[in-house]
């Protein structure tokens, strides 16, 4: 039986890891005031261009019902079954929609990821190693099903101007953190994002910290694989996440740039931890 592992583009897969994979995606739409483009259509530093010059966010549009059937559809010109990781209900409709139109299938199954980003894609990183394993669609959505509670993911953001043209932050917030440099943690909790922790100073210095207190307060981590998802963040910010975690003795690190949903809400040099937290 060929099984098919399917994702939005909220799972900031890089294009060869979609391929090594084999993973298929479907775009998410990205409105720049009046012109809708697909997802992947403009680079990450095209997007934040747009925002510098009009001072207007940029707007994500879910797929829509008819679009998952006509994807669905195409998927199973070439595959038996099928695995759809979806970006949290908690954020986006896209995972509704989704659930609506694997009704009209036997054969398709969708699993809710409560995450986005790369910690969306290291569920279907997995889906394609249990599928390698033999196990079925249902059997895969099941034990992903299971997985999703255990998964860790948050963000550390570096400026709070996009968190404040998107009402998340207030101007009162964004003076005094801009003032003392204020690195908001944003994780997910139950599907939806949250403010959980403050960290103050310079990124090079946050980004160790934000991720020894990650494996701190999640302490029982899957060290198979970690991912790192990140908006055009520079080496030396990067190399502090990646250090922590080879230390701490995970296998494998992931580093991925962020697509256009984690871009168009937190915005430049914002970077994220993801991992499993439930090691045997």
């Known amino acids: 039986m060929k099984i098919a ?14 391929l090594k994979y084999d993973i298929k995606t479907i775009p998410f739409h990205v409105l720049l005031g009046n012109e809708e483009i697909l ?3 403009k680079t990450v530093l095209e997007i ?25 559809t195409e998927i199973l010109k070439e595959y038996d079954e099928i695995v759809h990781i979806s970006i949290s209900s908690g954020v986006s409709s896209a995972c509704q929609n989704a659930i609506i139109a694997a009704k009209g299938f036997k054969n398709v199954y969708v699993v809710d ?28 959505a099941k034990i992903l099903n299971n997985r999703v509670e255990k998964l860790q993911c948050s963000f550390v953001v570096e400026r709070l101007d996009f968190l404040h043209k998107g009402g998340r932050c207030s101007g009162f917030q964004l003076l005094g953190a801009n003032l003392f440099k204020i690195r908001p943690r944003i994780v997910m909790r ?91």
Do not use: W
């Not at 879910?62 to 679009?67: G, P, Q």
């Open 5 to 18: 592992v399917t994702a939005d583009t909220a799972c900031d897969l890089s294009k060869e890891n979609l």
């Open 39 to 41: 997802d992947g259509e």
């Open 48 to 72: 934040l261009e747009y925002v510098d010059n009009s001072g207007v966010l940029p707007r994500t549009s879910a797929v829509n019902e008819f679009e998952f059937v006509e994807f669905f």
């Open 113 to 140: 990821s409560k995450a986005l980003s790369s910690a969306e894609g290291m569920l279907a990183i997995n889906a394609r190693e249990l599928a390698n394993e033999g196990k079925n669609a249902k059997e895969i």
């Open 190 to 280: 139950d599907g939806k994002m949250s403010n959980d922790k403050k960290y103050r100073g310079d990124m090079k210095l946050v980004i160790p910290k934000y991720t020894q207190d990650l494996l701190q307060e999640f302490a029982n981590a899957d060290k198979t694989r970690a991912t790192i998802a990140h908006v055009l963040c520079p080496d030396e910010m990067i190399s502090g996440a990646v250090e922590v975690l080879k230390n701490a003795g995970f296998n494998e690190i992931i580093v991925q740039d962020a697509g256009a949903t984690v871009t168009s809400h937190c915005g430049l040099h914002t970077i994220g931890v993801f991992y499993f937290n439930d090691a045997n």
